[in-house]
């Protein structure tokens, strides 16, 4: 009896636990209960005296939100940045890492689905994404990393403290610095758009970044095509529900050239074989209302649910022919085919790393196909508009 009643006291205070946590954060997802600051310090002002960490981010004061361009494989939406972390460095533009390996916390998804902040997990779900497809990975190593080294994020800075509270306060964070800064918008304003051939400066980078902000950013490139921008903060107050100001950055340097710079549309690779005419072994992804959504399989449909189906690229002119496991790919009736019945494959085109028929990359479908139903891709208008990438195996 005495084990049955351990039992179920355990049972219930587990319960109790998971009902706190969404009381706290279901009416206003991420906020904590951290401590108040009044009169509180800008994080790396030399005038600072405070030492109650709990309202003076120290000693990393210089906060980054730092975004990712990933082509290929490509993440998130075609037209938008994704996010990589938020990052606390010391003000001299050192950092430390790991501070405390006791909440290396491996369930991120479970602590911000328990805490019922449902809005940004979907939202993490689409512009927090790890190019190898683990994003619960990612985002444990982005908290590990980065957030136990937030010291206004310790737990002795809370009061009624529910546990991994602050774990919600930091990803929520994140995502609604990054949703202030969209540098898709910021680059496409200033003529700075994805291309397969174009190229740019970093000087006309930059600018296009200081220009809505009023202090620089930094670049950052992957064998010359730009695929990461750092943004830099100071904070007055706790990063919970401090005030953050922008400002330069400090201690680091951008691995961009200065001219020459690439950067390319989703679904191509630096190498090159991912745009103008390709040719090999390749997936085609489609992406609809801004968010990927399933492939072409096979047959020439859409499919939401599986495996991507791998398509032969070959060159043909000025385009190229695509080929599945079921025979070549044409538009008959203004249908995406491919089948053994085929005998003349269409040629297609790439335009910014997307499918292209007749020189257009808009495509369509009556609907958004779910579970096991497929739906036939038309060059006629319909209700939903898509489009496809060409991304290399």
């Known amino acids: 009896m005495p084990s049955m009643i351990s039992s179920i006291r355990s049972i219930a205070k587990t319960a109790h636990h998971y009902v706190q946590l969404a009381l706290l954060f279901s009416a206003n997802p991420g906020q904590s209960t951290s401590a108040s600051c009044p009169n509180a310090q800008l994080s790396c002002s030399s005038g600072a005296t405070t030492t109650n960490y709990c309202c003076f981010n120290y000693p990393g004061g210089l906060l980054l939100q730092t975004q990712f361009w990933d082509t290929n494989p490509p993440t998130g939406p075609s037209d ?60 444990s190593h982005e908290w590990g990393k980065h957030g136990t080294c937030i010291s206004t994020l310790e737990t002795s800075c809370y009061t009624n403290y529910v546990p991994k509270e602050e774990v919600v306060a930091f990803f929520q964070k994140a995502v609604d610095l990054f949703k202030t800064l969209p540098s898709y918008q910021f680059l496409s304003t200033a003529g700075i758009v994805p291309s397969t051939t174009a190229t740019y400066t970093a000087s006309a980078i930059n600018a296009a970044l200081r220009t809505p902000r009023g202090v620089n950013a930094i670049i950052q490139c992957k064998d010359g095509a730009l695929d990461e921008i750092w943004y830099f903060y100071n904070v007055q107050g706790s990063v919970q529900s401090g005030t953050f100001f922008a400002t330069n950055p400090v201690g680091t340097t951008s691995s961009c050239p200065s001219t020459g710079i690439r950067y390319l549309p989703k679904g191509t690779s630096p190498g090159g074989g991912g745009g103008g005419v390709p040719s090999g072994k390749g997936t085609l992804p489609i992406t609809s209302g801004g968010v990927q959504k399933g492939c072409v399989i096979s047959g020439g449909t859409w499919y939401t649910s599986g495996t991507c189906a791998s398509f032969t690229a070959t060159p043909s002119g000025t385009g190229f022919t695509l080929t599945s496991s079921k025979g070549k790919c044409a538009v008959s009736n203004n249908v995406l085919t491919c089948a053994s019945s085929v005998s003349t494959a269409a040629t297609f085109t790439l335009i910014g790393g997307l499918l292209a028929y007749n020189g257009r990359t808009t495509w369509y479908a009556s609907g958004v196909p779910s579970g096991s139903t497929q739906a036939s891709i038309s060059t006629t208008t319909l209700a939903t508009s898509l489009t496809i990438q060409w991304i290399l195996s």
């Open 80 to 139: 938008s940045w994704t996010i990589h972390g938020l990052w606390p460095d010391n003000c001299d533009g050192t950092y430390e890492a790991n501070c405390d390996p006791a909440r290396e916390y491996t369930n991120i998804r479970q602590i911000i689905s328990d805490a019922g902040a449902t809005d940004l997990l979907s939202y993490m779900n689409t512009y927090w994404k790890d190019y190898q497809g683990n994003d619960e990975s990612f985002w």
